[in-house]
Every structure is written in structure tokens, then in C-alpha cells.
């Protein structure tokens, strides 16, 4: 009895355990389907160096699932050249994502493009391995010729225009001089009231009186202007000889100033005098304050009487003594002083109102950086401004355009340079500089063949990135730290391709410790068994400097042998 029952209980765990697995399967499908399913594939298992291939992951889920697809260079050693909007189909409940990328590589092999991450809702998938094989480029070696260097070319130096701006500058200075000449420094033609202003006080006095008689102011009764000239005349001769406050004084106060200077003797003149000079002044002041009109016969006899008054005046005055006219003299010298030192400061008013005017008008133009650079000089300025060259270094040729010609540099020779390529190189400046552009060329010794019938065998494949990394390798020999490295694919305008290295690096200063901040920027080609490598570096933040090297790079065409001696 009791061996049935423990039969009977085994046989019922077991169906149980068999029950549970059923149910733990049942589930995880149940859960697999509803976040969805991933797959990967290849549009091609093989393919050529450069050329791309199409890598496509295909997502079917619930349409409240988020998707995340792998973003990034997550290919490697593939490298991602593109990627491409996510095609969504809907059907039900469910959607299917398709996800492309565009693969390439340019270095022959095996690859395995590594398994890739979906995120599906909070649930992490991985797709599989694929494997990818890329074949070289046959290249035929057997027809490659060898020619003769070619002789220096004589280049003609374009004529220079800087006589045109010479000659603008020139013209536009000497109109300003003109100018300045003209309305200030030129002694002008004296008017007839600045020359009788010139002259002395009485020879001033009875050249005003022969002004009075020419004028129409008797004529046209205008007794007041006429009586206001005639009385400004002799008012004007006393403050210049006898009393200097005889123009801001009253007839009172002008009159008691010369009774009390005859008082005192410090003129001789006589009570009678002073009494006509009284009733002109008394009889002006009537005319101009009360409208009195005298008699015009009246007003004729009176300028007479200022005309001997004037003279009498003369008379009774002591000669000037030499220190007197010493003074005179000085004060003539230190208003002729005076006058030019006004035109000094007028004139560089409007100068240096004119420097800054076109200063400002042309930082308004082309910007203030530029403007200065150009009038305090900037080096990189100076380059891209300059005379350019476009010529071809090294066999096969590389063309480029550079703001100064590259001179071929010497590379010392070491112990096994049998076994070394054959290196040209041709450069400006140094990568210590703070602008360079080398150029080196490097042909690779072509291994002979033992087999029958085949001459050389295909040349060796050149590793671009590992060239790439010596050049790194050899900034940090020379000091260069920090230094941040990015790959691009690069093509020329007449179709080549290869490799760039760009970034920025910490260049030390030299006879200091401290570093600046450059950028550089390494070109590397490969065909047959040449390497060409160009090897730009400037400093950060130039503007000048980055247009620069945005034409010289634009400027890279490689030329074939077969092209160059056609």
C-alpha cells in the first residue's frame, strides 16, 4: 500500500515539474513576442576597399514598445559612413522598424561586424556576428614607367598692383592737405575792414572816417547808425591810447576819466577840447536813446570835429618809448604765436577726427579685427593675403596651392637606409611653428618574384592609420602633448582617396614652459607602393589662419605619373 502511494506521488511531482516547464515556456515566448523580435543582415558578404555595404536591422513589436537603435561608431572595425531614417510598417497591433547603416573599409581582411545592442521597451536584445571580407583593389604594376626628372620651369612673378593703392593713398592724403592748406594755413586776402582792423590806432581812426564818408547814411537819414559809427570811432581811438575802459564807459564816466587825467597831466589836453568831445557824445546819445534828429549840416560838422579831436589827440600824447614799443612788438609776436598754435590744434582736430572716422567706418565694413590686423600687421594675415604658388612636389606629384613655396628639407641618412623607402620632403615652418605645411613622399622597394612568368608581385598594402598614428607618434617626440586625434575619409577634387587625421594638440612655446593651443590636420594616400603624406598645422583660433588651410587643403590634387609626362 504504501509503495503505490509514493508511486503515485512521484508520478504526480513529475507532471507537476513537466506542468511548471510548460507554463515558464509558455511565458518567456509569450514575453519575447510581445517585445519583439530582431534580426540583422548584409547586403554583401564581400566587397572591395571603399566600397559600402548595407547593414540592415529589422525590429517587429508592439507599437507601445520604444525602439532604440545603435548609434555611433559601434562597428568597428567597420566604420559608419551613414545612417539612414528608420522605415516604420504598420500591421495591427504590432510595427516593423527597419534600421540601415552604411559600412565601409579601406584596408583589406576578414572583419566580423560585432553584435549590436536594441533597446526594446526596458529589454536589452543583441543581434548576430556577421562576417565581412573585403578584397584589395588588383592594381597592374608590369606597365609602370620611369621618366626623366623634369627640368626647372622659369614661373613668371605677376606683376604687382600695390602702386594702384599706393597711388589712391596718395591722392586722398594730398586732397586733405589741400584742403587743410586752403581754409586754414593759406594767408588769406585781407577784407578791407581786416585791414584797417591791422593798422594803428591812428592811422585805424581816420581810415574808419573815410569809411563813414562813403557810406549812405546821411543821405538816408539814418542819423542814429551814422552818430553810432562816428562815436564808436573816437571812443574806440581814446581806449586804445588814453583810456582802455572808453568803450564800456558812459559819456559821464568817459567824460570825468579824461578831466581827471588832465588833472593829473597825464594828458595835455585843453577844457575846450574836452567840452566838444562832450556835446558830440551828449548830442549821439540823444540820437540813439531819445530819436533826436539834428541837422544833417549839423552831423557833418561834428565828424569834422572828431577828425581834429582825433589829431589833437596825437599830438598831446607823448611819444611811445622803446619799451613800450618793445611791448608792442611782443604782443604782436605772441598774437602771431597764439594764431598758429590755434591753427596747430584745428588742424590736428581734423585729422584725427579723420583717422577715426575712416577707422570706424571701415571696422563697420569688414569688422574691427580686421581693420586692426591690417594696420598693426598680423602674420597669418600677411600669408593669406600674399602671393600664392601652385606647384607640383615630389614623384608621383603632388599638387598644391601655399601662401610660400616649400623648400625641399634634407633627411639625414641612418645605417640602414638600403632597407628605408626612398623619402622626399618638401615644407614651411616646423610643427613647433605657429603655421606649416609639409609634404612627404615615400616609394616602397617592389619585393621580386620567384615564380615563372610574373615579374613583381602585387606591392605591399600600406596601413594609412598606422602611418597615421607614427606621425602622432613623432608630435609627442618633439614635445607635443594633449593631443586630441579624429579619422575622416578624404577625397580630392580630382577624385583621390585617403586618410584624414585632424585635431588639436599643446604645442610648447619655445625658451618658455608654457603651451598654445594648435590644430593640424595630416592628409595620407596610398597607391602602388607610395605613400603621400601632407602634414598641416596652425593655430587655434586664427581666422586667418583656418581660411587658410581650408584653400590649401581644397587645393590637394594627385597626379599620376602617366598624367604628368603627357
Known amino acids: 500500500m504504501s509503495n503505490d502511494f509514493k508511486f503515485i506521488n512521484i508520478t504526480f511531482l513529475s507532471l507537476k515539474h513537466k506542468a511548471l516547464t510548460l507554463f515558464a515556456l509558455f511565458f518567456m515566448i509569450h514575453t519575447i513576442s510581445s517585445f519583439g523580435q530582431v534580426k540583422a543582415s548584409i547586403d554583401s558578404t564581400a566587397i572591395k576597399i571603399g566600397e559600402q555595404i548595407t547593414y540592415k536591422?529589422?525590429?517587429?513589436?508592439?507599437?507601445?514598445?520604444?525602439?532604440?537603435?545603435?548609434?555611433?561608431?559601434?562597428?568597428?572595425?567597420?566604420?559608419?559612413?551613414?545612417?539612414?531614417?528608420?522605415?516604420?510598417?504598420?500591421?495591427?497591433?504590432?510595427?516593423?522598424?527597419?534600421?540601415k547603416y552604411g559600412l565601409t573599409q579601406f584596408d583589406s581582411g576578414a572583419y566580423i561586424i560585432p553584435k549590436q545592442k536594441v533597446l526594446i521597451g526596458d529589454q536589452t536584445f543583441l543581434t548576430d556576428s556577421i562576417r565581412v571580407r573585403v578584397h584589395p583593389v588588383q592594381v597592374d604594376t608590369t606597365t609602370q614607367g620611369m621618366y626623366d626628372i623634369k627640368p626647372l620651369i622659369v614661373v613668371e612673378k605677376p606683376v604687382s598692383t600695390w602702386w594702384k593703392n599706393a597711388i589712391i593713398i596718395l591722392s586722398i592724403l594730398a586732397i586733405v592737405a589741400f584742403l587743410l592748406y586752403w581754409f586754414i594755413w593759406r594767408k588769406k586776402p585781407l577784407t578791407e575792414e581786416e585791414q584797417i582792423a591791422m593798422l594803428p590806432p591812428y592811422d585805424k581812426a581816420k581810415a574808419a572816417l573815410k569809411q563813414l564818408d562813403k557810406s549812405n547814411y546821411l543821405q538816408n537819414l539814418e542819423l542814429k547808425e551814422y552818430y553810432s559809427e562816428l562815436t564808436?570811432?573816437?571812443?574806440?581811438?581814446?581806449?586804445?591810447?588814453?583810456?582802455?575802459?572808453?568803450?564800456?564807459?558812459?559819456?559821464?564816466?568817459?567824460?570825468?576819466?579824461?578831466?581827471?587825467?588832465?588833472?593829473a597831466n597825464q594828458i595835455n589836453i585843453t577844457v575846450d577840447n574836452i567840452k566838444k568831445l562832450e556835446?558830440?557824445?551828449?548830442?549821439?546819445?540823444?540820437?540813439?536813446?531819445?530819436?533826436?534828429?539834428?541837422?544833417?549840416?549839423?552831423?557833418?560838422?561834428?565828424?569834422?570835429?572828431?577828425?581834429?579831436?582825433?589829431?589833437?589827440?596825437?599830438?598831446?600824447?607823448?611819444?611811445?618809448?622803446?619799451?613800450?614799443?618793445?611791448?608792442?612788438q611782443e604782443y604782436k609776436k605772441e598774437q602771431e604765436r597764439k594764431q598758429k598754435r590755434r591753427k596747430v590744434i584745428i588742424t590736428t582736430a581734423i585729422c584725427v577726427f579723420l583717422l577715426i572716422s575712416t577707422f570706424i567706418g571701415f571696422s563697420v565694413k569688414y569688422g574691427f579685427s580686421y581693420v586692426k590686423d591690417t594696420i598693426i600687421g598680423h602674420e597669418s594675415k600677411e600669408l593669406l593675403e600674399g602671393h600664392w604658388v601652385t606647384s607640383d612636389y615630389g614623384v608621383p606629384p603632388i599638387r598644391i596651392s601655399t601662401p610660400k613655396v616649400l623648400k625641399r628639407i634634407e633627411i639625414p641618412l641612418s645605417d640602414e637606409a638600403e632597407k628605408q623607402p626612398k623619402t622626399v620632403m618638401f615644407g614651411y615652418g616646423t610643427m613647433l611653428d605657429a603655421f606649416s605645411v609639409t609634404i612627404t613622399t615615400s616609394v616602397y622597394d617592389m619585393p621580386q618574384s620567384t615564380q615563372q612568368g610574373q615579374e613583381q608581385n602585387q606591392a605591399p598594402e600600406i596601413d594609412l592609420n598606422m602611418m597615421s598614428e607614427k606621425v602622432i607618434q613623432k608630435m609627442e617626440q618633439e614635445g607635443i602633448s594633449d593631443i586630441f586625434v579624429?579619422?575622416?575619409?578624404?577625397?580630392?577634387?580630382?577624385?583621390?582617396e585617403g586618410l584624414k587625421t585632424y585635431g588639436t594638440m599643446q604645442v610648447p612655446i619655445l625658451k618658455t614652459e608654457n603651451y598654445m593651443t594648435a590644430n593640424y590636420t595630416i592628409l595620407h594616400f596610398a597607391s602602388k607602393n607610395v605613400?603621400?603624406?601632407?602634414?598641416?598645422?596652425?593655430?587655434?583660433?586664427?581666422?586667418?589662419?583656418?581660411?587658410?588651410?581650408?584653400?590649401?587643403?581644397?587645393?590637394?590634387e594627385l597626379q599620376s605619373e602617366k598624367t604628368e609626362t603627357e
Open 57 to 99: 536591422i529589422e525590429v517587429e513589436t508592439d507599437s507601445t514598445n520604444i525602439v532604440i537603435f545603435p548609434e555611433g561608431q559601434t562597428f568597428i572595425p567597420l566604420e559608419m559612413i551613414d545612417s539612414y531614417e528608420i522605415d516604420t510598417t504598420k500591421q495591427d497591433a504590432k510595427i516593423q522598424l527597419i534600421k
Open 232 to 263: 564808436f570811432i573816437i571812443r574806440r581811438y581814446l581806449d586804445e591810447k588814453v583810456y582802455d575802459r572808453a568803450l564800456e564807459s558812459t559819456t559821464d564816466e568817459l567824460i570825468d576819466r579824461l578831466k581827471l587825467l588832465k588833472e
Open 279 to 328: 556835446d558830440i557824445l551828449r548830442r549821439a546819445d540823444l540820437v540813439k536813446f531819445a530819436k533826436s534828429n539834428p541837422d544833417i549840416e549839423l552831423a557833418k560838422l561834428d565828424r569834422q570835429t572828431i577828425d581834429q579831436e582825433i589829431d589833437y589827440v596825437k599830438k598831446t600824447l607823448p611819444e611811445p618809448s622803446e619799451e613800450e614799443k618793445l611791448l608792442d
Open 486 to 496: 579624429k579619422y575622416d575619409k578624404f577625397t580630392t577634387p580630382n577624385g583621390a
Open 531 to 556: 605613400l603621400q603624406q601632407i602634414v598641416i598645422t596652425w593655430p587655434q583660433n586664427d581666422t586667418y589662419a583656418d581660411e587658410m588651410v581650408e584653400r590649401i587643403i581644397n587645393s590637394v
